[in-house]
Each structure stands twice: as structure tokens, then as C-alpha cells.
């Protein structure tokens, strides 16, 4: 037995954990994802009726609004390292995890101090049903007061698309479509969703730009009693007397407790059921519906459309389109089978490469996945001459601890190597200058920052340097460039790995040290153009005249 002290700050991000606990961490964390899944079915069985449930953050296996994964590692991990210390301190966020750490520590007489830090957004939380209400009141009233309900003809059958609506005359990810000539505008209808934003006069402004065209407003539709259902979870009252079932030996009733009392997603289930309801007004409404395509993250948000569409229009061709990459990271966006079985995810889900389809069915090998044209990343299939006018581009995800630690991680570089200079792309919902601390500006002399077109870019670049769940990695590689990726986290590595990519086409750096090394094998070596053009057909589907009917 080491006589070592394990001080483990689990709210750290995972590439910060002590050395002597991160691989199991990593390990642990990869493996036991089909058995979390598999026990989120089990707790699920009691409630398998009530759509409420579905909403809540247990059940959702995402990792933003749910700590159960996390934590179960954290305990798993322990259990496996616990011969190896002497003592243990542990910091982490919550009051009731605090207390199931402690039981074990008795079980296993192995001294544990357990410190609690709280999270920075605790007061931030507990406002979110009032701006929920808030918000959501004035669009309801522009909405009904203000902007003509569009008539459809209950003799034509239509497809309508579900969006999230952040910008002008257009959206983002099925902007293509509106473009295409093929698309018969009269029979195609964008549904959009709006959420909750600091200029609500910027979303008044959007949705009087976007009333005269092919959009339908969900707030037409709803009338008052049922706007006021959006914001009841009845659900949540009677969850906390039940009992839930044990992830092996672990008792969680009181963490699974805590988080269905928690409000952070509140908007989300506000969200879903106003799509429930939409749905059943437009089927008393005999609207017919042709087909439906939901943007398809499997959110709470994309439960409300799939299990409102599943429920009253049952024959409806219902598609969800995964028009991203994969991220291993969340959970989520991969379905289950308890999730079919429950009616809350599409019938269909659309991919938009070969290299994606066997990974979408780590949890249910009979889901029905189709590959469709990546809609937002048809720029990569354009004809170019690859140069190397950059050597590295570092991009950001705009998920504020990954971008800081690879931030860290190149002003080490810098600070290595004052006679280089590196190229930075920060993602459009986290500016650079956001990133920036003062004792770091020293090293802006070393960086330039590039606010143009990622595909404009990659055309000119030899190395990207990317890492999380971002679609910039596997674009990088669909535009020649050698990819460099900071393992921050256990799903950097297989997100890559599962794709059965060359190992000559990318690399992977652990620490500041690796990565300061990395960089300059780059400066000091002379490339040759990576050849791998048949990958990006592998990795994205190109658009043409018959695979575009998909979404007709």
C-alpha cells in the first residue's frame, strides 16, 4: 500500500486530474457508457408513461445539464485506485454526492476529506423561470398581437422543418435548402423555435423579417391555458417520493433527487412542451402533414417535437437530421433503445457521412440511420489548390474551459518560442478578447487572429490544432490539413479512433510539454501535401439531385 495523499479537484477539467488516477478516470469513463445507459432504462421503467420524466436531466445522459455520468466515474474510479492511497481528499459540487462519498469511505475505512465548491451560475439558476416567463411572454403576445397566422390549406400535404431561429431572413442549417431549385417552396414550412437571448428586440426584429415567408409560428397556434401549461412540470412533485434502482452498488436516489429540483434547464423543458402542444393543436386543426425533420441533437427541446408528432400524427414520416459530426462526448446525440421505446426520438435519423452511421447505434444496433448530404459543409467538396501559406491554426470550440487550456497550452509555446508566431480562430459565441486575461496579453504580439471563413483557411493550412466536441476536427482532415489534438477529455481520443483514420494524418499531445514539442516538429520540418481525397467522401456526403429528395 503507497503512503501517498490522492487530492483529486474533480471540478477541474478531466486533463487537470492527478496523474495517478486520470488514465483509470479516462478508462472508466469510456467503458461503462453502455452499462449508464442501460441503468438510465432501468430508473426510466417507473415513469416510462410520463413525458415529464423525459424532460428531466437524469434521464437525458447529457453531460451539460447532468452530472450522473461524471459521477459514477468519479465513484468507479475510486473503487479501482483505492489500495493505492492512504488518504483521500476530493473536492466537488454537490451536497448529496458529498454524502455518498462519505458512506463509502466508512465501508471501506479509507480516510476522506470532502471539500464542496459551489458552481459560479448557483443564483444565476434559480432566476431562469422568471426570465423563462418573461421572455417567453413577450414573444407569445408579439406573436398573437402583432404578426398575421399564415393560412394552410388542409388539402395540402406539407413537410415541416423545425429550426432554431437566430438570424435574418434565413437559417443557419437548412439555408441550403431555400437555395436549392428543386425545393417546391409552397409545400415546405420552417417551425421556428426561438430561446432566450439578452436583446429580445433583436428576435422581434428576426421574426418580422422571416413572417412573410415559408415560417409558421407555433404561438399561433396556442392559446392561452395551454402556454401556461409549458411552464408546470407536474412531473417533478412526485418523482422525489419514488425509489430508483441502484447503479450496481451505488445508491443514487439523492443525486438523481437533486437534479430533477434543479432549474437549469428549465427553458428547454418549457420549450418541449410548447412543441407537444403545437402538435396536438395542428392535428385537431387537420392540418396534414406530409413529413417532419427535426434538427435532431436529442435534446429536451427534440423530445417535445418527436413525442408530440409520435402521439398525433403517428403515420407521419418523422426524420431527424444529425447534421454534425459526431461527438462521443455527448451522450445524448446518440439514441437508445428505452428512448424509441418511449417515443421520444425520430423514426429515422439522418447522418451526414459513411464513418458516422456504426457509431450512432452504440446503443441501439437496430436504429434505423440513413446518410444524407451534409447541408452546412458542402464547401468542402469545392475544387481548390492546396498551399501552405499557414503552418498551424489553432481553433477554438467556444466551450470556455477547452478554449482556455489549449490558450495555456500555446502561451507556453510562446513563451518557449519567442521568434514564433501562431494563428488563432476563436468560435463566433466566444470572441478571443473573452479568453484574454491581462497577464497573458504579453504574448499578443505571437498571434494572429483570423475572424474570416474556417473553409477559406483550411485551404491554406498545413496543422490544425483542435480538440472537444467541435465539427472543426474532422473538417481539418477533410481538408488535408494534419490535425494536432490536446487530449482533454476521455472522448477526445475515440472520437478520432472510431473513425479508422490513417494514423499518419493526425497526432495526439497530453500536456503543455508534448504540445510545445508537437508544434515545433511543425516549424522545423518541410511538408508535402497530404494525400487522402477520398476521405472526405467518408466523412461527408455531397450534395445531388437524388439525395436532396430526402428532406422534399
Not at 149 to 154: A, F, L, R, T, V
Not at 406 to 421: A, G, P, Q, S, V
Request: include cysteine; glycine fraction near 2%.
Amino acid at each position: 500500500m503507497s503512503s501517498k495523499e490522492l487530492i483529486w479537484d474533480t471540478t477541474l477539467y478531466p486533463c487537470d486530474y492527478p496523474k495517478e488516477i486520470k488514465k483509470t478516470f479516462f478508462h472508466l469513463n469510456i467503458s461503462n457508457r453502455k452499462k449508464f445507459t442501460k441503468w438510465i432504462n432501468n430508473i426510466s421503467k417507473n415513469f416510462s408513461e410520463n413525458f415529464d420524466w423525459w424532460l428531466s436531466p437524469p434521464a437525458s445522459r447529457n453531460p451539460l445539464i447532468s452530472d450522473l455520468h461524471k459521477q459514477i466515474t468519479i465513484l468507479e474510479t475510486l473503487n479501482k485506485v483505492k489500495k493505492n492511497f492512504l488518504s483521500i481528499e476530493i473536492v466537488i459540487h454537490s451536497n448529496n454526492f458529498k454524502k455518498i462519498l462519505k458512506e463509502w469511505s466508512k465501508k471501506q475505512k479509507i480516510p476522506l476529506t470532502v471539500k464542496l465548491k459551489k458552481k459560479n451560475d448557483y443564483i444565476k439558476n434559480k432566476l431562469i423561470p422568471i426570465k423563462t416567463f418573461i421572455f417567453n411572454s413577450f414573444i407569445f403576445i408579439f406573436i398573437k398581437c402583432f404578426i398575421k397566422k399564415k393560412h394552410i390549406k388542409n388539402n395540402n400535404k406539407i413537410t415541416l422543418i423545425d429550426v432554431f431561429q437566430t438570424d435574418f431572413y434565413k437559417n443557419k442549417n437548412f439555408e441550403v435548402l431555400t437555395k436549392n431549385n428543386q425545393i417546391k417552396k409552397k409545400s415546405i414550412y420552417f417551425c421556428p423555435t426561438f430561446v432566450i437571448q439578452r436583446n429580445i428586440f433583436q428576435i422581434l426584429r428576426i421574426i418580422n423579417s422571416i413572417k412573410n415567408s415559408n415560417y409558421i409560428f407555433k404561438e399561433h397556434y396556442l392559446n392561452i391555458i395551454d402556454f401556461f401549461k409549458c411552464f408546470y412540470p407536474r412531473f417533478f412533485h412526485q418523482s422525489l417520493k419514488r425509489k430508483f434502482v441502484n447503479y450496481s452498488k451505488w445508491d443514487l436516489k439523492s443525486v438523481i433527487k437533486e437534479e430533477l429540483s434543479e432549474l437549469k434547464d428549465y427553458p428547454s423543458m418549457f420549450l418541449a412542451r410548447e412543441n407537444y402542444y403545437f402538435c396536438k393543436k395542428i392535428s385537431q386543426k387537420e392540418i396534414k402533414i406530409y413529413k417532419s425533420i427535426n434538427w435532431f441533437e436529442n435534446q429536451t427541446v427534440d423530445k417535445g417535437w418527436n413525442y408530440g408528432f409520435r402521439k398525433f400524427f403517428p403515420k407521419v414520416r418523422l426524420i431527424g437530421y444529425q447534421g454534425f459530426t459526431h461527438y462521443m462526448q455527448f451522450m445524448n446525440t446518440i439514441p437508445a433503445k428505452h428512448e424509441e421505446k418511449a417515443k421520444i426520438i425520430s423514426k429515422e435519423i439522418l447522418t451526414i457521412g459513411k464513418a458516422y452511421v456504426k457509431m450512432k447505434k452504440e446503443f441501439f444496433p437496430k436504429l434505423n440511420v440513413k446518410v444524407a448530404p451534409a447541408l452546412n459543409y458542402q464547401n468542402i467538396f469545392d475544387k481548390y489548390n492546396k498551399t501552405f501559406t499557414n503552418k498551424i491554426l489553432i481553433i477554438l470550440s467556444g466551450i470556455k474551459e477547452f478554449d482556455k487550456k489549449i490558450l495555456d497550452w500555446t502561451f507556453y509555446f510562446l513563451e518557449k518560442n519567442k521568434n514564433r508566431r501562431v494563428m488563432i480562430k476563436a468560435h463566433p459565441i466566444l470572441p478571443f478578447e473573452n479568453l484574454i486575461e491581462n497577464e497573458n496579453s504579453k504574448y499578443m504580439k505571437q498571434i494572429i487572429t483570423y475572424e474570416g471563413k474556417l473553409n477559406t483557411i483550411l485551404k491554406k493550412t498545413h496543422s490544425v490544432i483542435c480538440s472537444g466536441p467541435t465539427s472543426a476536427t474532422i473538417e481539418s482532415l477533410a481538408f488535408n490539413c494534419y490535425l494536432i489534438i490536446p487530449v482533454l477529455e476521455p472522448c477526445d481520443e475515440e472520437n478520432i479512433k472510431n473513425l479508422y483514420i490513417k494514423k499518419n494524418l493526425y497526432s495526439f499531445v497530453y500536456n503543455k510539454y508534448d504540445y510545445n514539442e508537437e508544434i515545433q516538429k511543425i516549424f522545423k520540418k518541410k511538408y508535402k501535401l497530404i494525400k487522402n481525397s477520398k476521405i472526405k467522401n467518408f466523412l461527408f456526403k455531397k450534395i445531388d439531385k437524388k439525395n436532396i429528395n430526402i428532406f422534399l
